[in-house]
């Protein structure tokens, strides 16, 4: 039998998290798996907002964004990619669609559309997110998508957004698995459990998979991130303020269901009212409802709104608190705030038996460490203790381990990590042989 050549360059992801961007090549085809943008490749020249690329010829001078031909719509040239799919959302997986040539179908998830669209909406036009015209086609869940001479079987997997897949991609060489971003300890095993079964069953060739927390890894759930907010909201007698990811659906609900069980109203950003009453569409979701009793649509001190906050305003007017409501009834809160809104806390004015609550990563660069040190000063000013209450979307190696070994490809390809060496030491007695990556470069599936 004569083995047809297919093969997979990283051109992203690459001794970084995130960033991800794999070419599979297969006879004539050529599939993207993910597009995202590289945080840390951005953050060795720019500084935004005074220091921030102008244009795609600046991002490709530092190889932030890659030189690929029949890729882009800035240069000009005819598609030469037949499908870009994503795995989910998130900016590190999505973001440089941006510059994706519009011939070129991008495939992904019904809520990964759905966020993507809320985002376009949301932010100003950006060089580096627009969203527009992009050609989205959605999948759901086991349904195979022909391309080529390659299917793509998307398959649900959980992770800290909604709507992430893995993929089992059946090429001429045998089937490729790419994990994308995922976990087994999040609100919905079963998912990555479908998943792991699926890609056991294709007995494949290669694996993809991310291997983000091989450093740092910790023993929780999200379950018990539920239990631990509940512990801390029914002891404090003032605001209870919290930081979580906007788009994470699985932690606003952990949010939502202990303001409920503890009497109090969860106030959510306009951000996050504006991303929930899109995410009401996606009947396959749950997501708290604006109209809910128990929330509120916190209204932030500014002189003017965009149109989309507008809307929001104008949709659910006895939703909407501002700083001297919120400040009036403390007890009964729990306050959705970013970094960014902390100047809110001067009106708010928290009483005594406050308390904040980190719920999302720890800071891991300089940058997020000087803004930690800021917000330290803010709670230290206001006497505010500091919790942190935490689960990643990444999985844990141990677990990882077990998922590979049962998965069993021939080679594993181990990205969307700072630590593939360690990985492919820890790797070491599994049957499956570890490829550590080098950026840019094709190898053989
Ligand atoms: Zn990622
Ligand atoms: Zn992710």
Redesign the pocket.
């Known amino acids: 039998m004569v083995k047809h050549e297919t093969t997979l360059t990283f051109y992203g992801g690459v001794n970084e998290i995130g960033g991800n961007k794999i070419l599979l090549h297969d006879r004539d085809t050529k599939v993207f798996f993910d597009f995202g943008m590289s945080f840390s490749m951005k953050k060795k020249y720019y500084s935004p907002p005074f220091l921030s690329p102008k244009s795609e010829k600046s991002l490709q001078e530092f190889g932030i964004l890659p030189k690929i031909d029949g890729a882009y719509k800035f240069d000009d040239k005819p598609a030469e990619i037949d499908a870009v799919f994503l795995s ?1 959302s ?1 900016l ?2 999505s973001a440089y669609l941006s510059f994706v040539n519009r011939d070129i179908p991008v495939y992904c998830g019904e809520t990964t559309v759905l966020i993507l669209r809320t985002l376009g909406e949301m932010r100003r036009a950006d060089l580096e997110f627009d969203v527009e015209d992009v050609r989205f086609r959605s999948f759901r869940t086991g349904k195979k998508v022909k391309v080529g001479s390659i299917e793509v079987e998307p398959i649900h997997v959980d ?3 909604p709507g992430a897949y893995g993929f089992v991609i059946h090429t001429s060489s045998g089937a490729v698995v790419y994990t994308g ?1 995922f976990r087994v300890h999040g609100a919905k095993p079963e998912m990555s459990r479908n998943f792991v079964d699926r890609a056991k069953e294709a007995e494949p060739v290669a694996v993809v998979t991310e291997a983000t927390n091989m450093t740092g890894a910790s023993v929780s759930s999200e379950a018990e991130v539920e239990s631990k907010v509940n512990g801390i909201v029914a002891e404090a007698e003032g605001i209870v303020l919290a930081e979580f990811a906007y788009a994470d659906v699985d932690r606003l609900n952990s949010f939502f269901r202990t303001a409920k069980k503890n009497n109090r109203c969860l106030a959510v950003s306009l951000k996050q009212a504006y991303l929930l009453n899109s995410l009401r569409q996606d009947k396959g979701l749950q997501v708290p409802d604006l109209n809910d009793q128990s929330i509120r649509v916190f209204r932030k001190s500014k002189k003017r709104y965009d149109k989309w906050e507008s809307q929001i305003l104008e949709h659910y007017p006895d939703k909407v608190v501002d700083v001297f409501e919120v400040s009036k009834q403390q007890c009964k809160m729990i306050l959705a705030l970013s970094f960014y809104d902390l100047e809110e806390l001067v009106n708010i004015c928290p009483e005594a038996g406050s308390c904040y609550v980190l719920s999302a990563s720890e800071p891991f660069n300089e940058e997020m460490e000087i803004d930690a040190e800021k917000l330290t000063n803010w709670l230290d000013h206001y006497g505010l203790p500091q919790y942190h209450v935490h689960v990643s ?1 990444h999985i844990m190696p141990l677990q990882l381990k077990a998922v590979l070994k049962e998965i069993n490809g021939n080679q594993v390809f181990p990205i969307h990590t700072e630590n593939a060496a360690l990985f492919a030491g820890f790797m070491r007695d599994l049957k499956s042989r570890t490829v550590l990556v080098d950026k840019g470069k094709e190898y053989k599936v």
């Open positions: 989910h998130h590190d997986h992770h800290s957004v971003d979307g």
